[in-house]
């Protein structure tokens, strides 16, 4: 009994150990991101279309690397060119051919699949494959297509960072603290109800702090809006978790100390993105998505 009880309480000891590592690796990658983020955006500009291609290019070669075991040039080719390109032509406002541009570089990969005789040519391989595409050109379009309205950009994107910044932060602490019932556990074993309702509650506020403070846009209907992102922001979350499920991964990449890869940092950020940028084009069309967003 002594010897089990030491060995429980050494593993305890090791997760508690490794716990503190992961936070504290958190923090630091951080305190690095997060001033680098609000001064590109801040900038704008050709430097931030320059990083958003950076961080899309890489989320396209952690999803490649991820669902077909590999990373080669070959197959990567397309994705890169069309993003290269649907970069080119959202920074000379041509938004519209953007998205089809990668449309066709996700439909090209695909096919490239496809026809390769040295990998599945089913269906499913290449409709992944194509997908990484869509993927890697929502992390590009979306932040891009906010920030080219020059009189909401910076307030868009600024209130996007707050909410899912926050939703991530509360989730993390608030599950961490008070632990309970777990959220999906068979796409995330660590995710709890708790922490949702945390982040959930750390987004909305942030929201509204920052969207009054930046734009002035009225609590209710920021609150609104961040209660919105919050949700698609954490479901964002679990649809990676769940593509990681799906190929046996635990981590898209290890670029970042205790996240992972760019994937893995952009999850929520990027379809909560997504659905930002569809609100404002219904709202206001392509040429103004960030004044769609936040004017009412």
């Not at 041509?94 to 695909?110: D, K, Q, R, S």
């Not at 869509?134 to 994107?157: C, Q």
């Not at 209710?220 to 046996?248: M, Y």
Request: glycine share 14%.
């Amino acid at each position: 009994m002594t010897n089990g009880n030491q060995h429980d309480a050494n593993a305890g000891g090791t997760v508690a150990i490794g716990a503190a590592r992961n936070f504290w690796q958190r923090v630091a990658s951080a305190a690095v991101l997060v001033p680098a983020a609000l001064a590109c955006t801040y900038i704008g500009g050709w430097l931030f279309l320059v990083v958003c291609v950076i961080a899309a290019a890489a989320i396209l070669w952690e999803w490649t690397s991820l669902v077909l075991r590999s990373a080669d040039a070959k197959i990567l080719a397309p994705g890169l060119i069309a993003l290269l390109a649907a970069a080119g032509l959202a920074g000379t406002s041509e938004p519209g051919a953007a998205v089809a541009v990668i449309a066709v570089g996700a439909v090209l990969a695909g096919g490239f699949i496809a026809a390769s005789p040295s990998r599945d040519p089913g269906p499913t391989t290449a409709a992944w494959a194509g997908g990484g595409v869509v993927y890697a050109g929502v992390a590009l379009l979306s932040p891009v297509l906010l920030r080219n309205d020059v009189t909401f950009g910076l307030s868009a994107l600024l209130f996007l960072f707050a909410i899912v910044w926050a939703t991530d932060i509360l989730a993390y602490l608030v599950g961490r603290a008070v632990g309970g019932p777990l959220l999906w556990p068979r796409l995330s074993p660590n995710k709890t109800w708790s922490g949702a309702f945390g982040g959930l509650f750390g987004g909305v506020a942030a929201g509204i702090l920052v969207a009054y403070a930046s734009a002035g846009i009225k609590p209710a209907v920021a609150g609104i809006l961040a209660l919105v992102l919050s949700i698609v922001a954490q479901s964002g979350d679990l649809f990676e978790s769940a593509v990681k499920r799906r190929f046996g991964a635990k981590d898209a990449g290890h670029l970042i100390p205790g996240h992972g890869g760019v994937m893995d940092r952009l999850d929520g950020f990027l379809v909560a993105a997504l659905v930002a940028v569809l609100i404002g084009v219904l709202r206001q069309g392509m040429a103004a998505p960030a004044r769609g967003l936040l004017v009412w």
